[in-house]
């Protein structure tokens, strides 16, 4: 085949998809990616800085000049780690939901440090609209958890917007309002996956493989590259069975025989942990958390770490 064959069949991926771009601008940020940050002066610029070079971290973390969003966290894992933000007295714990009747319960339960503005995840606007909402009522974020998800085997866009795309999204959104290189402090994002992203069950491959995509997008946000950069640290939390509103519902992939029998009672014969160990085993995170680590909360105990047996940080 001649050079120039080749060269036109390259040019076939030129240019390459819009989507490309438009990744990168949401992460990097453009006139459309919000507002622009505002200058720090200089007392707020040093205590950012100190925070930076670690006296706010590990058990130093000082929870109560801290801002988060939680999306999901009306109901379940995610009201658990409201609460637990409430209870350290941070500045303001917003809880980012589409159920409104549980997001203002939620408010009127766990205090005025707690502010409710509903979302759905799903929609990317909604989502943008909810930190723009934070930034001018706060001025700043600090923690973001990353919690909304669903399972629903049959509902294959559903589960996708809402366990990844809107998870990613969230994340990158998490990096430009908290993001040295957009002349903020850092901090700290938190993405919720499952122990299905580190195993396998026949009962839930769209969900297995849709939490796999969160522990591997979040190992590599949570590389050296973008903390330097940014300031901003990337932990994955893999919740175990769960006694939450998550699996009343059991919808199965369409023609496998036995298929829904075979997931229910391997569902019920796993212990089903209350949601209630989310609380401390947040706080352990937080305060022992390294950029890009894994944490397993399962069977009622607390929260260890998990490595991946081929771990290589480029
Ligand atoms: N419960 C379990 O057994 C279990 C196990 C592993 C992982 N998880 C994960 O933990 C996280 C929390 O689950 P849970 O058990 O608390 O479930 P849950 O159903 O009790 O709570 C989920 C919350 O997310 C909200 N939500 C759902 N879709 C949303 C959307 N599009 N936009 C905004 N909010 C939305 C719901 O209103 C609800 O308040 C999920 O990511 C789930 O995948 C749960």
Not at 183 to 198: E, F, K, L, T, Y
Not at 213 to 223: A, E, L, N, P
Request: aromatic share 12%.
């Amino acid at each position: 085949m001649s050079s120039g064959m080749k060269f036109n069949g390259l040019l076939r991926f030129w240019p390459p998809p819009v989507q490309i771009f438009q990744i990168r601008n949401i992460y990097i940020g453009n006139s459309e990616g919000g507002p622009k940050p505002k200058v720090f002066d200089k007392e707020k610029l040093k205590k950012y800085k100190d925070e930076l070079i670690g006296k706010d971290t590990g058990k130093n973390y000082n929870y109560v000049d801290k801002v988060a969003i939680i999306t999901g966290g009306a109901s379940g894992i995610g009201y658990e780690f409201a609460k637990t933000l409430a209870d350290k007295k941070l500045l303001g714990v917003v809880i980012a939901d589409i159920n409104v009747e549980a997001g203002e319960t939620a408010v009127r339960t766990l205090g005025n440090n707690v502010m409710f503005v509903k979302t759905n995840v799903q929609n990317n606007s909604e989502l943008k609209s909810c930190f723009r909402r934070v930034m001018k009522k706060y001025h700043k974020l600090d923690l973001l958890i990353n919690n909304a998800g669903i399972y629903n085997e049959r509902s294959v866009d559903k589960v996708l917007n809402t366990n990844v795309r809107a998870l990613m999204y969230g994340t990158f959104y998490g990096f430009m309002y908290m993001g040295k290189h957009r002349r903020r402090h850092g901090g700290i994002i938190i993405n919720v996956s499952s122990v299905a992203g580190i195993r396998q069950y026949a009962g839930f491959p769209l969900y297995t493989g849709a939490s796999h995509f969160v522990v591997g997008f979040s190992r590599s946000m949570g590389t050296p590259f973008f903390y330097d950069l940014t300031g901003v640290k990337v932990f994955t939390i893999c919740p175990g069975f769960t006694d939450t509103h998550h699996l009343k519902d059991i919808n199965v992939l369409r023609g496998f025989d036995d298929l829904k029998s075979y997931t229910i009672s391997t569902i019920s014969s796993k212990m089903h942990q209350s949601p209630s160990v989310f609380g401390p085993a947040l706080i352990t995170v937080i305060e022992n958390g390294r950029n890009g680590c894994t944490w397993v909360v399962e069977n009622g105990k607390p929260a260890y770490e998990v490595s991946p047996k081929e771990s290589t940080v480029i």
